[in-house]
């Protein structure tokens, strides 16, 4: 179970928000796509993750799984403090398959003080939804603020907190992960490790393959967070800024491979099915 995929078509009338025309992730990227490099590894389904941040993108990744069983749940994008928020997030959530919203750092100031975080999360558990989060590390005490007051709401945290290249984490990292990691509530997608690299920044597509260069990374995702709440995801086709699908793959197959098949099988899928609910198809 893949569960951090993105789709989206430049090619439409509408075009695209993201990502630039200048970059090699300009052009169309589907679920056929996706099945092409993700099936050799026996992977077979996916939770995507927003298209966008425009609000019909919502509907459209939505209309795209009506008919693509791979699909298994898709975690959208609304602003909570948008006016409309709260009827978009009912309108959507009539769809099993949407699973709940991404707050990214770039679009959501996430502090657990603001009235529209607090507001927005409490809906966000009241539909029995997830809140996932992307941004710099200062997120995730703010996550572990917002998961302690509401303990019934899923939390999870994208690409290992942004944990950024694994020779040199900060502290500020590292205590926000224990922090994280004391909330039974908060998930971690251990994901995006190569495109974290200095390497990926100065050539694209070329990050480190070893597994041994993310081992501080993991080992301290594993030390905070344990076997039952570790999730894999791609961050495909995003993922290929580091390297390709089958790079990502070997790297979290070896690491796990080391932990046993009870702890590998939790994290390829059975830990994704307590965070998202998801449905099977």
Partial sequence: MDTHV???????????????KGSPLYRPVL??????????????????VEASHWVEDNQWILDLAANEKSIVGFIGNLDPADAGFSANLKRFAANPLFRGIRWRGDLVQLDATKDYVKRGAKELSD?????ELNGKPSMLAEAAKIAGGLPDLRIMIDHVGSAGDATHLTDEWREGMRAAGKRKNIFLKISALTEQTDESSKSYGHAPRDTAYYQPVLDHCWECFGEDRVVYGSNWPVCEKGGTYADEFKIVSEYFATKGSGASEKYFWKN???AYRWIER
């Fill in 127 to 131: 539909h029995g939804l997830v809140l």
């Fill in 31 to 48: 679920p056929a796509d996706w099945k092409k490099v993700a099936s050799p590894h026996g992977v077979k389904e996916t939770v995507v």
């Fill in 272 to 274: 994704s099915l307590a």
């Fill in 6 to 20: 993105h789709f989206w078509d430049p090619t439409r009338e509408q075009g695209v928000p993201l990502p630039g």
